[in-house]
């Protein structure tokens, strides 16, 4: 590593929530362990797995009737979402000893910026003491990936598991990328890879060195940023406020039995908006876009979305448009997986309704009231009265489903 370039971990905890398990119940380790959503529903998917079910052909999002089939002895558990949170934040405690330049991305894995603090190879000894610490301490095994930026250190961490540490440079790229499938790069799903094969892109090496103006054509700028990935080239910050960008708030469900009837996709919708309207009012956000995502039962995805002009966060308001979208696109297929995501989110006290023939007439009425309301603030404070805000500091962990991203409020100050 150059001593004066920059230095990044990607710290990846292995198999994080079995992990936990066995380190809470010890006659768990060395034991084919799954975490599954439903673990009594035979239609019910792996959360995670074990390195041991790993080894015997299981693997995450696998039925829980094919888990069985292939490994008999699999022992199943329904997830402990407080317990897994508690392993979280110790493990960033400890992280936060080393330095402040800690970003988490979710509940298992952050970045750390090392570069002030390390020179050449005590980066690899710095690394070994934290995954010691963790495994000591905790009881947990990790991965780690050392790099010069954000990408480098993800791949890097993925290369080596469980207990691995890695150390990947933008000079070997090349010579250890290129010639791998493009939908084995972080950043690039079955879709964008989809689009990748349509203009003859088939490997990351194809995608390093295909003209910016045919990428940017067919994909945009995130076109032109997966090729910059593609040549090891990644300029993102290990940022510690990031995790007060909440850019999205959704949540999914999966289906013990795939649902064929529009009114039981339509009960489902009612559920899933309930659960995003609370955690957008836990969070005080609203937001502009509303999506669905919708998986059949041969596991094809599908998603639909429609932007407002004013930010919206009532259930109400997000049903009607979940309900719309899902009727018009949905295709009659049986329905494995539904989602609704509210997206461009922005605190309530930010957003803005546009005024309009239908809004203008209520303004007016509320007038009176504004004026006295501006004369208390002008002579006590701004804050003495908000308008329809509740407390910031409220907090909740309704969705499980979303766990992994509302996990991050334990790591605001």
């Known amino acids: 590593m150059a001593a004066q370039g920059r230095i990044l971990f990607h710290i990846d905890m292995n198999c994080f929530y079995a992990s936990v398990e066995q380190a809470h ?16 529903e035979r239609r019910g998917i792996l959360v995670t ?19 069985k089939r292939k490994c008999p002895e699999l022992i199943l558990m329904a997830p402990n979402f407080e317990r897994y949170r508690n392993a979280s934040k110790a493990m960033f405690a400890i992280l936060r000893t ?3 330049l800690v970003e988490p991305v979710s509940i298992d894995e952050g970045y750390m910026d090392v570069s002030d603090i390390v020179h050449g190879e005590e980066a690899i000894e710095l690394a070994e003491s934290i995954q010691t610490r963790i495994l000591s ?6 991965s780690i990936g050392i790099a010069p930026n954000k990408f480098l250190a993800k791949t890097a961490s993925d290369m080596k598991k469980p207990m691995g540490i890695t150390i990947l440079r933008k000079r070997d790229v090349s010579k250890i990328l290129w010639h791998l499938p493009v939908i084995e790069m972080h950043g690039v799903g079955e879709s964008t890879a989809k689009k990748l094969e349509g203009i003859g892109v088939l490997t990351i090496g194809n ?19 997966l090729k910059n990935r593609a040549n090891g080239i990644d300029h993102r910050d290990v940022d510690p406020n990031s995790i007060y960008d909440t850019k999205s708030i959704g949540n999914s469900m999966t289906f013990p039995v795939d649902l064929v009837e529009f009114s039981e996709l339509e009960s489902a919708i009612q559920k899933l908006c309930e659960k995003v309207a609370k955690r957008l009012d836990a969070k005080n956000l609203a937001g502009h876009t509303v999506s669905i995502m919708i998986r059949d039962a041969d596991w094809h995805n599908s998603s639909r979305s429609k932007t407002i002009s004013n930010a919206i966060y009532k259930k109400e ?6 309900i719309t979208l899902t009727e018009k696109h949905w295709n009659g297929s049986p329905v494995r997986l539904l989602g609704v995501t ?5 605190d309530k006290k930010e957003t803005a309704e546009q005024l309009s023939i239908f809004t203008f007439e209520k303004y007016v009425k509320e007038e009176p009231v504004l004026k006295i309301v501006e004369q ?38």
């Open 137 to 142: 301490e905790l009881d947990l095994p990790c």
């Open 207 to 225: 995608l390093a060195n295909i003209e910016d103006y045919v990428i940017k054509s067919n994909l945009g700028k995130n076109g032109l940023r």
């Open 25 to 40: 119940n010890p006659e768990l380790k060395g034991k084919a362990l799954a975490i599954a959503g439903n673990p009594k």
């Open 317 to 322: 308001e997000i049903e009607s448009i979940a």
């Open 49 to 67: 797995c074990s390195y041991e079910a790993r080894a015997k052909g299981v693997y995450t999002t696998m039925a829980v009737w094919e888990a």
């Open 342 to 346: 509210v997206s461009n989110v922005a």
């Open 376 to 413: 208390l603030q002008h002579k006590f404070g701004k804050d003495i009265i908000t308008k329809g805000i509740k407390d910031v500091k409220k907090k909740t962990y309704e969705s499980q489903t979303s766990f992994s991203k509302d996990f991050l409020d334990d790591h605001k100050r």
């Open 98 to 100: 080393y330095t402040d």
